[in-house]
């Protein structure tokens, strides 16, 4: 399989950069993500930024129609935006939280091919958890995927309700305020599968008390995960034969929108 | 704690940053308030289980904002039962955010698909199989696997035969959701309420185009209505 140099990836994204100046070009006056055209998203009407619709029936016809527009806008606009491979090739492997506002395609500024994508509750990486392991592996023996980015991101529900758990056994709690998402913090109503899966980062930000903050405990999560991938070290080379691969422990900011580094680990030979 | 020195930021990501950067700006720009209003928390009614795969970046094809769609990916869009990574976020997803539409997306040219295919051939003919099944990947997609072995391909044409798997695949990944006790307590606490102003939680399967990129509706539909138990 061919290897893109590092010119032609940086490249490509300068590419990518004239392909979001061009999108972003638009006098749309709805209050959706500005992209390339003038279409009604599926939550058109609704004054607030998130989906109120209270009709279940509505939604999914809803997705599908704004769906079949965009296909079609797109493809008039950028005949070149969807491949004609069958195959693909990214350069990114995104292990990054479920949460509804991050939006990694549009975060990125990738177009199709560009990133492969893992999500899960709080961006976690277990070395026994075989669900990643297969999405890691298939990007680096298969794919030939050479970076890895671990995508934390501020306000995290996950985090919030491991930050908590991690408390256990001390005589005072510290509480999240609202500002850093304290409606996520009700920990005795989280269903038991994901107290199950929320665990091993509880477990693991104990250590730091009896001092922690919630953006420490954030950006702990991000290097557990980092530092679990390099634990492996051996395997990814295998999968890579023997070829570098670069893990990036990353924070995202939906706020701003901004991805910030926290760390970049070099695993090689 | 902090790892051992970094090298230095790869041109890669050097280019990523800089590209995400220029979005948030341009954003910002146009849209003042829109990373402001995600800081009020989420409420998505969508949770979309869909593949890794880099052809199918699920915020654009659905022109979604942040907020809107909860999202799972793995390897050929799988939904296992005794998978800890899926049930948590499929958990998450109902019981703690509210969602109550969940999207199982396969897709075409779908690469883990593709290598059960070979996987099943390759068994039906006694080679060698393409994946290891003591790898993370062939233990993932075993029980795909021996769903392709059931769809007697043989009667088909060959060139039918990834399309066929992929909606198979994603039918089964439905039948798999709706057997979590989660979705059944949701229908249950559904059907309960007669006063009907409970949250109705319905599980659809769909397939995208990728060289289209068109979403089509398997029509596998099922929700709280169909549940006979």
Same mark, same amino acid.
């Given at each position: 399989?061919?290897?893109?140099?590092?010119?032609?990836?940086?490249?490509?994204?300068? #590419?990518?950069?004239?392909?979001?100046?061009?999108?972003?070009?638009?006098?749309?006056? !709805?209050?959706?993500?500005?992209?390339?055209? &003038?279409?009604?998203?599926?939550?058109?009407?609704?004054?607030?930024?998130?989906?109120?619709?209270? &009709?279940?029936? &509505?939604?999914?016809?809803?997705?599908?129609?704004?769906?079949?527009?965009?296909?079609?806008?797109?493809?008039?606009?950028?005949?070149?935006? +969807?491949?004609?491979?069958?195959?693909?090739?990214?350069?990114?492997?995104?292990? $990054?939280?479920?949460?509804?506002?991050?939006?990694?395609?549009?975060? !990125?500024?990738?177009?199709?091919?560009?990133?492969?994508?893992?999500?899960?509750?709080?961006?976690?990486?277990?070395?026994?958890?075989?669900?990643?392991?297969?999405?890691?592996?298939?990007?680096?023996?298969?794919?030939?995927?050479?970076?890895?980015?671990?995508?934390?991101?501020?306000?995290?529900?996950?985090?919030? +309700?491991?930050?908590?758990?991690? #408390?256990?056994?001390?005589?005072?709690?510290?509480?999240? !305020?609202?500002?850093?998402?304290?409606?996520?913090?009700?920990?005795?109503?989280? =269903?038991?599968?994901?107290?199950?899966?929320?665990?091993?980062?509880?477990?693991?930000?104990?250590?730091?008390? =009896?001092?922690?903050?919630?953006?420490?405990?954030?950006?702990?999560?991000?290097?557990?995960?980092?530092?679990?991938?390099?634990?492996?070290?051996?395997?990814?080379?295998?999968?890579?034969?023997? #070829?570098?691969?670069?893990?990036?422990?990353?924070?995202?900011?939906?706020?701003?929108?901004?991805?910030?580094?926290?760390?970049?680990?070099?695993?090689? =030979? | 704690?902090?790892?051992?020195?970094?090298?230095?930021?790869?041109?890669?990501?050097?280019?990523?940053?800089?590209?995400?950067?220029?979005?948030?700006?341009?954003?910002?720009?146009?849209?003042?308030?829109?990373?402001?209003?995600?800081?009020?928390?989420?409420?998505?009614?969508?949770?979309?289980?869909?593949?890794?795969?880099? /052809?199918?970046?699920?915020?654009?094809?659905?022109?979604?904002?942040?907020?809107?769609?909860?999202?799972?990916?793995?390897?050929?869009?799988?939904?296992?039962?005794?998978?800890?990574?899926?049930?948590?976020?499929?958990?998450?997803?109902?019981?703690?955010?509210?969602?109550?539409?969940?999207?199982?997306?396969?897709?075409?040219?779908?690469?883990?698909?593709?290598?059960?295919?070979?996987?099943?051939?390759?068994?039906?003919?006694?080679?060698?199989?393409?994946?290891?099944?003591?790898?993370?990947? $062939?233990?993932?997609?075993?029980?795909?696997?021996?769903?392709?072995?059931?769809? $007697?391909?043989?009667?088909?044409?060959?060139?039918?035969?990834?399309?066929?798997?992929?909606?198979?695949?994603? *039918?089964?990944?439905?039948?798999?959701?709706?057997? !979590?006790?989660?979705? *059944? $307590?949701?229908?249950?606490?559904?059907?309960?309420?007669?006063?009907?102003?409970?949250?109705?939680?319905?599980?659809?399967?769909?397939?995208?185009?990728?060289?289209?990129? /068109?979403?089509?509706?398997?029509?596998?539909?099922?929700?709280?209505?169909?549940?006979?138990?």
């Amino acid at each position: 399989m061919a290897r893109n140099s590092a010119m032609e990836t940086a490249f490509h994204y300068s #590419q990518l950069q004239s392909h979001v100046m061009q999108r972003f070009n638009t006098n749309t006056e !709805t209050i959706s993500l500005p992209r390339n055209h &003038d279409l009604p998203t599926m939550c058109e009407g609704h004054a607030d930024s998130q989906c109120s619709s209270h &009709d279940v029936r &509505d939604v999914v016809p809803s997705i599908l129609r704004v769906n079949h527009q965009w296909a079609h806008v797109t493809k008039t606009k950028t005949p070149c935006y +969807f491949p004609q491979s069958d195959k693909q090739s990214p350069k990114l492997l995104w292990i $990054g939280c479920s949460d509804s506002r991050i939006l990694e395609g549009d975060i !990125t500024v990738a177009r199709p091919g560009d990133v492969f994508v893992h999500r899960n509750i709080a961006n976690q990486f277990f070395t026994q958890d075989t669900n990643t392991l297969a999405v890691v592996g298939y990007a680096i023996a298969a794919l030939g995927v050479r970076n890895v980015a671990i995508v934390g991101h501020k306000k995290c529900g996950g985090v919030i +309700f491991a930050y908590g758990e991690s #408390q256990d056994g001390f005589p005072e709690r510290i509480f999240p !305020t609202e500002e850093e998402g304290a409606e996520c913090f009700a920990s005795s109503d989280t =269903p038991a599968p994901v107290r199950t899966w929320l665990k091993p980062l509880a477990n693991h930000l104990q250590q730091f008390w =009896p001092k922690l903050t919630l953006e420490q405990a954030t950006k702990e999560n991000v290097l557990l995960q980092v530092n679990n991938l390099f634990g492996m070290k051996q395997t990814i080379l295998q999968w890579s034969s023997n #070829q570098p691969v670069l893990v990036h422990g990353l924070l995202y900011d939906f706020t701003t929108g901004i991805l910030e580094t926290l760390t970049t680990v070099d695993i090689k =030979p | 704690m902090s790892l051992s020195s970094s090298p230095p930021m790869s041109t890669l990501l050097a280019s990523l940053l800089s590209a995400n950067a220029k979005w948030a700006e341009r954003v910002n720009d146009t849209h003042p308030n829109f990373f402001g209003q995600c800081a009020k928390g989420q409420s998505p009614k969508v949770l979309w289980i869909g593949c890794a795969d880099s /052809r199918i970046p699920e915020s654009v094809v659905t022109d979604a904002k942040p907020g809107d769609i909860f999202v799972h990916r793995n390897i050929a869009n799988q939904f296992h039962l005794d998978d800890d990574s899926a049930l948590s976020v499929l958990t998450y997803a109902i019981n703690v955010v509210g969602v109550e539409h969940v999207l199982i997306v396969g897709h075409t040219h779908c690469g883990g698909a593709a290598a059960c295919l070979e996987a099943a051939q390759a068994q039906a003919s006694n080679s060698p199989p393409p994946v290891s099944p003591d790898t993370p990947l $062939g233990r993932w997609l075993s029980p795909l696997i021996n769903l392709v072995l059931t769809l $007697g391909l043989e009667a088909l044409p060959a060139e039918s035969h990834l399309d066929t798997i992929v909606e198979a695949n994603v *039918k089964r990944q439905v039948e798999n959701v709706c057997a !979590t006790d989660v979705i *059944k $307590g949701a229908w249950a606490a559904a059907l309960g309420d007669e006063s009907k102003e409970k949250r109705q939680v319905w599980v659809h399967g769909w397939v995208y185009d990728v060289a289209s990129g /068109r979403l089509k509706d398997l029509g596998v539909s099922r929700g709280p209505q169909a549940q006979g138990e």
